[in-house]
């Protein structure tokens, strides 16, 4: 239980801080690049929780088999099932998302198909993490004994979904925005 809690206390630390890269990205793109050396940081900082929390996640999981009992409540298993496929599908967006970034930073022309490639990326990646953040809070805050009823849990995932779908909403449309105005003038500020 002490792994399940740590991976908890990871798993919402994780959330602040990619919360944080989110608004970061789109600031930056907004500066046209200003903040770019702080985006870096707070997404090397992403990066570490983020490794640490998928193998806790993993180990508990496939090998210390917490978390198998998928038997009991239906509603719950497909909530589970899904905060594991969004999980994946997170680290699959996120080497995405890192591999474009860096064949960004090597890249003098701008053209479309990077502009494409740099704006689906992000937005697929982001809506995984909104995703997944939606899926994963609630039961976060159940595994630390902050919340105990189904009700209250029931409430606060309506306002996380309603919250985090206007966030993805928002970023989505300010990544696109700041994408486009770098790629159309050229890719300066």
């Given amino acids: 239980m002490r792994l399940k809690k740590t991976n908890a206390v990871l798993g919402l630390l994780l959330s602040a801080v ?4 989110v608004v970061a990205e789109v600031g930056n793109g907004i500066t046209h690049g200003a ?3 702080q985006n870096q940081i707070i997404a090397r900082i992403c990066g ?12 508990m999981l ?6 198998k009992h998928m038997n009991q409540y239906p509603r ?6 899904l905060q594991r496929i969004s999980g994946i599908l997170m680290i699959i ?10 064949a960004l930073a090597g890249h003098e022309g701008r053209d479309a198909g990077f502009f494409v490639l740099r704006t689906a990326t992000a937005v697929l990646f982001y809506g995984t993490v909104f995703l997944h953040i939606s899926l994963s809070f609630s039961r976060a ?6 919340l105990s ?17 206007l966030g993805f909403i928002a970023a989505s449309v300010l990544i696109t925005y700041s994408y486009a105005t770098f790629y159309f003038n050229g890719g300066r500020a």
């Fill in 18 to 21: 990619c919360l944080t890269h």
């Fill in 35 to 37: 903040l770019q050396s």
């Fill in 48 to 59: 570490t929780i983020a490794i640490l929390h998928v193998l806790i996640s993993c180990y």
């Fill in 62 to 67: 496939f090998i210390s088999h917490e978390g």
């Fill in 76 to 81: 719950e298993n497909a909530s589970t099932l």
């Fill in 93 to 102: 967006f996120l080497a995405f998302h890192v591999g474009v970034f860096n």
């Fill in 141 to 146: 805050l159940i595994t630390l004994g902050i």
């Fill in 149 to 165: 009823s189904r009700e209250t849990k029931r409430r606060l995932d309506r306002i996380l979904w309603v919250i985090l779908g």
